[in-house]
C-alpha cells in the first residue's frame, strides 16, 4: 500500500458539507483515510475577488497507482458539482494530490509533489498539523520548515 497526503477545498455553498461528502467518497473509492486535519478558513489564493475557502489535508493508504488516484479524485469532484470554467475559480471542491509516497512525477495532467504546495500556507499549515516532519523530495525540506520560509501571507484560520 501507499501513502498519499490529499489537499480539499470548497469556497460555494456548504463548504463543510462538501468537504465531508469528498472525505466520504476518497474513503470509499481512493483507500483508508489515515489522518485528517482540523479545517481552515483562508481568502482565496489566486483570484482573490470570491467567497473564503475553507481547506484540508488528509492522508490516504492506498493500492492506486499515482494516474488512478487522480481519475477516481477527478470523478468525485465531477460527482460534488466541480466545474472547470476559470482557473482557480470559485468551486464546491477541489481535491489536489500533495504528496504520493516520495514519488516525483511530471505528467502533463499531473505533477507529483505538487508544485504549489510550498507557495500556500492554506496547504502548509493543515500539513504541518498532520505530517510536519515529512520531507518534500525535491526541495528537501520537511513541512515545517516550507512552512516557516513560505512567502504567501494569507491568513488560515482553525476553525
Sequence with gaps: ???????????????????????????????????????????????????????????????????????????IEISLGRKREIKWGARTIDIDILFFNKTILSLPNLVIPHPYLQDRRFTLVPLVEIAPTFNHPILNKNITELLAICPDKLEVIKI
Excluded at 472525505?23 to 489564493?45: F, M, P, R, V
Excluded at 489566486?46 to 475553507?54: H, M, S, T, V
Design 1 to 75: 500500500m501507499d501513502k498519499a497526503y490529499l489537499s480539499l477545498g470548497s469556497n460555494i455553498g456548504n463548504r463543510q458539507d462538501w468537504l465531508q461528502q469528498a472525505i466520504n467518497q476518497i474513503g470509499n473509492k481512493c483507500g483508508t483515510i489515515l489522518k485528517a486535519s482540523s479545517i481552515y478558513e483562508t481568502a482565496a489564493w489566486g483570484i482573490n475577488e470570491q467567497p473564503a475557502f475553507l481547506n484540508m489535508v488528509l492522508s490516504i493508504q492506498t493500492n492506486l497507482a499515482p494516474i488512478e488516484l487522480l481519475n477516481e479524485i477527478l470523478e
